[in-house]
């Protein structure tokens, strides 16, 4: 009951705004959605670019960018570029789609990690995870390597996505979504449901991974079956993960989550500080996922989508440091 005190009493995010509004894309492939946005992990300047993904009428996923101005929330649509296409060669991990998953800034270049979507015959589809770069930030990405440099291996059988990467003591650290099994669920499209959660994985080169089989999130009941997007960021001496989770007594639906951490790799869930996000959009407004947190100007902002997988827009809401340091002091107790 303390820490539900804290959050009524601290906890007060702002109104969420439409930052990317996809009627506003002007771009023959795209035919819907602005899915999964990310920024460069540690923006200083207001003016930096906003990444996204966006399907075309085959439903078949790239990814883009908008100029986006932080101080006011707004972007420059008419500065939107296509910057990572899928691949145009059969039986490649990406042929069927790219997501992007984040950006960092490494010796004066821009690394994209990506997501490839690949098809299946017995289950929808699978997935790995991929690294493109480049210098200047109104050039394409251009992949490192045509093979994935994460991929189902001996600790993650099934597929793995959409992932998170942090420098930091020498070394480079993930977070990424890794599939557990594939179950029978007959109200689902494809009569089948994926179960996943999050794991940990370090490297020397941020290029090759050393997985284990250990999961860093764990569901916290039996209806829960898809936890994914990691966004971890460090405030002060904790780390603190976003990511969206489903499903809950109320519905089968996307909710943000968050967990902190004294060391980056024992994490502790703490849901209620999310759950006062949401839109405004009119279906479900319990429904948020795929956030992307970043700290700009004393504040701690959150982009994120809402109803149908970002489908109607990018969003975004902030909290006050201050505020959130209450938060800090009472979490590095527990």
């Known amino acids: 009951m303390e820490l539900n005190k804290l959050i009524e009493e601290h906890v007060s995010w702002e109104n969420p705004k439409l930052v990317v509004d996809p009627s506003g894309l002007n771009h023959p492939a795209i035919f819907s959605h602005t899915r999964l946005p990310v920024i460069k992990k540690f923006p200083k300047e207001q003016q930096t670019q906003i990444y996204f993904a966006s399907r075309d009428i085959n439903k078949i996923e790239r990814i883009y960018q908008l100029d986006f101005n932080i101080d006011n929330f707004e972007v420059d649509y008419g500065s939107l570029k296509l910057v990572l296409d899928y691949s145009q060669d059969l039986g490649f991990f990406d042929d069927n789609g790219v997501c992007p998953c984040c950006i960092l800034e490494i010796n004066d270049k821009s690394r994209l990690y990506y997501c490839g979507w690949n098809l299946s015959k017995k289950t929808p589809f699978s997935c790995a995870i991929g690294v493109s770069e480049r210098q200047f930030k109104n050039e394409i990405f251009k992949k490192l390597y045509k093979g994935p440099i994460l991929e189902r291996n001996k600790f993650d059988p099934i597929f793995v996505a959409v992932n998170d990467v942090c420098f930091f003591d020498g070394n480079f650290h993930t977070w990424y979504l890794s ?20 794991k940990y994985a370090s490297s020397k080169d941020g290029i090759n991974w050393n997985t284990n089989e250990n999961f860093t999130i764990k569901f916290k009941n039996k209806i829960e079956y898809a936890i994914s997007t990691p966004r971890v960021i460090k405030i002060r001496n904790l780390f603190f993960m976003f990511y969206s989770y489903r499903a809950n007594e109320k519905g089968d639906f996307y909710k943000i989550g968050f967990a902190f951490s004294r060391d980056y790799l024992s994490w502790q869930r703490c849901d209620d500080i999310t759950l006062p996000i949401f839109t405004n959009e009119s279906l479900y407004p319990e429904v948020a996922c795929y956030p992307f947190p970043f700290i700009y100007q004393k504040k701690l902002n959150l982009l994120f989508n809402g109803n149908n997988y970002g489908e109607l827009g990018i969003w975004m809401t902030s909290i006050e440091l201050d505020a959130f340091d209450h938060i800090i002091d009472f979490v590095s107790k527990l």
Do not use: G, R
């Not at 557990?180 to 959660?197: A, I, R, V």
């Open 179 to 198: 599939c557990q099994e594939w179950l029978n669920d007959k109200n689902s499209k494809y009569s089948l449901k994926h179960k996943y959660s999050i």
